[in-house]
T-cell receptor, first 116, second 112 residues
Framework: GAVVSQHPSRVICKSGTSVKIECRSL??????MFWYRQFPKKSLMLMAT?????????EQGVEKDKFLINHASLTLSTLTVTSAHPEDSSFYIC????????????FGPGTRLTVL | GDSVTQMEGPVTLSEEAFLTINCTYT??????LFWYVQYPGEGLQLLLK?????DKGSNKGFEATYRKETTSFHLEKGSVQVSDSAVYFC???????????FGQGTTLQVKP
């Protein structure tokens, strides 16, 4: 199957700083990328959907000014957690899809963010 | 809103045992249903899917049948192996959205 990578795999930062997480589709062009957040022993929660070249669509309750998403190319999307706080500590997972909505999503391995 | 409920884990089985992981859903319309598997240190992988009522998805010995009357999509395997140890997620995609809504995941541990 197609490969999606995330970088970094783990990051620790101080409260108040910003952190950028990258999601790359390595062997296909991803017209749509999704960002999820996973809490311990909880399901993945969709945060936002991004289409290449347009603004991301955020799910209800997700602060768009706090979680900045950029999908600048067909192989790269970034999630920036701005002014991070300890409650932002979580596991962030991206997925990427080529073409239409019925196509399979391919998932990255996730990024563990810890805010001190 | 749409939601997915999975049985609580962890599930611990001996090798060659029969596996069932229950999954029920709440949705309007006609969602597609999925099972994803996450092996340690790896991203989620699609295990199987079903797109309409009474469809059976199958892969690697795993099966699940889309039961609209009971709003269920239970995962089964006749004989598990140690290599099946992973976290299993049930998910649905509401009609024509492309989004995925996940259950909380069930950890399966298979002992030799």
């Amino acid at each position: 199957g197609a490969v999606v990578s995330q970088h970094p795999s783990r990051v620790i930062c101080k409260s108040g700083t910003s952190v950028k997480i990258e999601c790359r589709s390595l062997d296909f062009q991803a017209t749509t990328m999704f960002w999820y957040r996973q809490f311990p022993k909880k399901s993945l929660m969709l945060m936002a959907t991004s289409n290449e070249g347009s603004k991301a669509t955020y799910e209800q309750g997700v602060e768009k000014d706090k979680f900045l998403i950029n999908h600048a190319s067909l192989t790269l999307s970034t999630l920036t957690v701005t002014s991070a706080h300890p409650e932002d500590s979580s596991f962030y997972i991206c997925s990427a899809r080529a073409g239409e909505w019925g196509n399979e999503q391919f998932f990255g391995p996730g990024t563990r963010l810890t805010v001190l | 809103g749409d939601s997915v409920t999975q049985m609580e884990g962890p599930v611990t089985l001996s090798e060659e045992a029969f596996l069932t992981i229950n999954c029920t859903y709440t949705a309007t319309g006609y969602p597609s249903l999925f099972w994803y598997v996450q092996y340690p240190g790896e991203g989620l992988q699609l295990l199987l899917k079903a797109t309409k009522a009474d469809d059976k998805g199958s892969n690697k010995g795993f099966e699940a049948t889309y039961r609209k009357e009971t709003t269920s999509f239970h995962l089964e395997k006749g004989s598990v192996q140690v290599s099946d140890s992973a976290v299993y997620f049930c998910a649905l995609s509401p009609s024509n959205t492309g989004k995925l809504i996940f259950g909380q995941g069930t950890t399966l541990q298979v002992k030799p």
